[in-house]
């Protein structure tokens, strides 16, 4: 079975970019972490889908609302490039 709490420097290798990048990400929000005394701990659930995190409630839920914004939007487009 595969770790549930993951250290920057495992997240780094399983998204294929460094550290520091994971780091910076942290800090942007664009990863979501706890800080643990000096170091940071990310939940494997909290990585992206296609790198291994779960698809959790909350992830299908912004997934389903952008496809219905998608389709309100661009649905007649969709229709169109279907038929091709």
């Known amino acids: 079975m595969a770790k549930k709490e993951l250290?920057?420097?495992e997240v780094a290798k399983i998204l294929g970019i460094t550290r520091q990048a994971v780091l910076k990400r942290i800090k942007e929000g664009?990863?979501?972490a706890e800080k643990v005394g000096k170091k940071y701990?990310?939940?494997r659930a909290d990585l992206p889908i296609e790198?291994?995190?779960e698809l959790t409630?909350?992830?299908k839920a912004i997934i389903e609302a952008a496809v219905k914004k998608t389709v309100q939007e661009y649905?007649?487009?969709l229709r169109l490039l279907g038929r091709e």
């Open 30 to 32: 664009n990863i979501k």
């Open 75 to 77: 649905g007649e487009t």
């Open 57 to 59: 409630d909350e992830k």
């Open 51 to 53: 790198s291994g995190g």
């Open 41 to 43: 701990v990310i939940e």
């Open 7 to 9: 250290s920057t420097t």
